[in-house]
């Protein structure tokens, strides 16, 4: 049996038809859910869920973060008031200050930030008729600061957050992310190394969540507003982070890979300024996850696609009395070579290998390749060879 057929290319070609067109009918209303979870699950998330050592991962002692909790602006000023006087290098509100709440809210929080240096305070990106505009805090605030969006990529419909855009363009305008802005102020260098990446988008490499930070809870601000000189030289996240840090809340809380239910998951894991002090420490420290373009992956795809098809054509007709043993054989084997090959590359590499289409293609393979021999060559063939009798008694 040759390596190169017919046979093969159109079996290949088969499941790629399906593998393009399956999740088609999956867009019907009462199966987009289902569709969704399909799509956002990501099999390298067990590396960062259940393989990387928790234990062993370092504290960041650059970062600290201060829980905002539900108090007003007021409030929310008396915390930058107190942190602030111990001199930290950077402080980031992760809070969009969209509208006036009066003056009794607005001046302390307006006076309290004038007094800081290397403030950052967030923006967001919106989609407005097909057009992106930036939505800022209002100009009492913004004054005294730079800022950067906090959007994530995927944040919405409780999708997992796995990337983030370091910068976009806003009417020709060049915007950084909240994070990057935060790492520039801090470390421009590091910032410069991430723009030599070129990269249209990052993949975070999360390593940490609230117990591998330092973190400051609402109350304790006020508390040990005396004995805070830990803060100094570092930088300061102001975001929420539940009404205290031992109590659970959804709002601003996310899905990411390290959710240690990383199928059917039920609550999200990670706070949006944690994940934003994650993006942060990956800067920081230059430990970036590098991945294969789309593009290539389609070829790989394409080209194992043929090799898994062109091995069953094999097996089918030099052992066909073991044929459906070795196929099923085989289809586990190949499923634990691309695990395998996955999850070294990220565990010990830092590059992210996508071949979740190929666990599809292997479960469907052996049924299409059944098919196609089974029934659809045959009845081609009888189909042509009947138009070929009745062209040939039609002649003179």
């Known amino acids: 049996m040759r390596f190169f057929s017919l046979d093969n290319i159109i079996t290949t070609g088969v499941i790629l038809l399906i593998l393009k067109f399956f ?72 809070v969009l200050f969209s509208k006036e709440k009066g003056e009794d809210m607005d001046r302390p929080l307006a006076d309290a930030l004038s007094k800081v240096n290397n403030l950052v305070l967030v923006n967001r990106l919106v989609n407005d ?12 605030f913004s004054q005294y600061a730079h800022s950067g969006f906090a959007n994530f990529i995927d944040e919405e419909d409780f999708r997992t957050v796995r990337k983030f855009s370091s910068k976009e363009f806003v009417d020709k305008d060049l915007v950084m992310a909240f994070s990057t802005k935060i790492a520039e102020l801090y470390n421009p260098g590091a910032v410069n190394k991430l723009f030599e990446r070129n990269n249209e988008s990052e993949i975070i490499y999360f390593e940490r969540n609230l117990n591998k930070y330092r973190v400051i809870d609402c109350d304790e601000v006020f508390r ?13 996240l102001f975001g929420f982070l539940g009404p205290d840090i031992k109590t659970l809340s959804t709002e601003d809380n996310f899905y990411t890979p390290m959710n240690p239910n990383y199928i059917g998951k039920s609550y999200p894991d990670m706070y949006g300024v944690v994940i934003h002090a994650n993006i942060i420490s990956m800067i920081l420290n ?28 094999y097996l089918r007709f030099n052992h066909e009395e073991a044929y459906e043993s070795l196929s099923l054989v085989f289809i586990f084997l190949e499923m634990g070579l691309f695990l395998t090959v996955m999850f070294t590359l990220l565990y ?49």
Do not use: C, H
């Not at 097909?130 to 805090?137: F, G, N």
């Not at 040990?224 to 300061?236: A, E, Q, S």
């Not at 696609?305 to 062109?310: E, N, Q, V």
């Open 23 to 94: 999740f088609v009918i999956f867009q019907i209303d009462f199966l987009n859910q289902l569709n969704n979870q399909i799509q956002d699950f990501q099999i390298n998330d067990i590396v960062f869920s259940r393989l990387i050592d928790r234990k062993a991962v370092q504290m960041d002692t650059n970062i600290i973060i201060v829980n905002i909790s539900d108090l007003k602006r007021n409030k929310i000023a008396e915390q930058i008031n107190i942190i602030n006087r111990f001199k930290p290098k950077t402080i980031g509100v992760d």
């Open 224 to 236: 040990k507003k005396d004995n805070l000189d830990f803060v100094r030289g570092k930088i300061i």
């Open 129 to 140: 008729n097909e057009q992106i505009k930036l939505v800022k805090s209002i100009p009492l």
């Open 348 to 396: 010990y590499f830092n590059y992210y290998l996508n071949l979740k289409n190929m666990f599809f293609v292997l479960a469907v393979s052996e049924m299409v390749s059944e098919s196609y021999f089974g029934s659809i060559k045959p009845l081609t063939k009888r189909f042509f060879s009947r138009i070929g009798n009745k062209l040939k008694i039609s002649k003179p």
């Open 286 to 313: 230059g430990k970036y996850i590098n991945a294969m373009s789309d593009k290539l992956i389609i070829v790989l795809t394409i080209i194992l696609t043929y090799l898994t098809m062109a091995f069953f054509t």
